[in-house]
T-cell receptor, first 116, second 111 residues
Framework: ETGVTQSPTHLIKTRGQQVTLRCSSQSGHNTVSWYQQALGQGPQFIFQ???????GRGNFPPRFSGLQFPNYSSELNVNALELDDSALYLCASSSMGEGLKGETQYFGPGTRLLVL | DAKTTQPTSMDCAEGRAANLPCNHSTISGNEYVYWYRQIHSQGPQYIIHGLKNNETNEMASLIITEDRKSSTLILPHATLRDTAVYYCIVRVGLYGNKLVFGAGTILRVKS
């Protein structure tokens, strides 16, 4: 069974640029959730994707957007990067429709983004 | 989702049991207690979850009080590799619910 993978592991961008982060869900999972973790804080929910549609969103501006593909992998896109976007971006996969056990979210290793 | 309260930090001697408390006094009847941990700069790792019965798996035990207002995560024989931030989260067991992380407890296992 393959776990959750994310790419790239590290990324450096400058203010105003755009970035795309990628996530491959765990085998058998159909739902992907994205979180942002600033230094010294707990992860904050950005949004979730199920069946290629957004299925819930946290308190993040529209410049944070996402996609889910038919193979359940997902992308997080951030436009007009700001310095405060520097953080660890985490992807978690789960399996909606398979009861509570399936709903447990399993996290990938994260992508560390630095905005200069 | 109900809020949780955890101590900021705890120390534990290697080989001893680590008991991490969590208060969730406003928990609703359909909310589950989840525990995750995060080792420095890695993604959070799922540990265990429960509703009202005590639970045990290969990693830990979860003890939930009868009134469900608090719980304790027990690592039976802590090792140095268990040093991490431990998050207690309550969430409704319905589809699509996000995890709301607090500050967690920094557990330091010392030799």
């Amino acid at each position: 069974e393959t776990g959750v993978t994310q790419s790239p592991t590290h990324l450096i961008k400058t203010r105003g640029q755009q970035v795309t982060l990628r996530c491959s869900s765990q085998s058998g999972h159909n739902t992907v959730s994205w979180y942002q973790q600033a230094l010294g804080q707990g992860p904050q929910f950005i949004f979730q994707y199920y069946r290629e549609e957004e299925n819930g969103r946290g308190n993040f501006p529209p410049r944070f957007s996402g996609l889910q593909f038919p193979n359940y992998s997902s992308e997080l896109n951030v436009n007009a990067l700001e310095l405060d976007d520097s953080a660890l971006y985490l992807c978690a996969s789960s399996s909606m429709g398979e009861g509570l056990k399936g709903e447990t979210q399993y996290f990938g290793p994260g992508t560390r983004l630095l905005v200069l | 989702d109900a809020k949780t309260t955890q101590p900021t930090s705890m120390d534990c001697a290697e080989g001893r049991a680590a008991n991490l408390p969590c208060n969730h006094s406003t928990i609703s009847g359909n909310e589950y207690v989840y525990w995750y941990r995060q080792i420095h700069s890695q993604g959070p790792q799922y540990i265990i979850h429960g509703l009202k019965n005590n639970e045990t798996n290969e990693m830990a035990s979860l003890i939930i009080t009868e009134d469900r207002k608090s719980s304790t995560l027990i690592l039976p024989h802590a090792t140095l590799r268990d040093t991490a931030v431990y998050y207690c989260i309550v969430r409704v067991g319905l589809y699509g619910n996000k995890l709301v992380f607090g500050a967690g407890t920094i557990l330091r296992v010392k030799s």
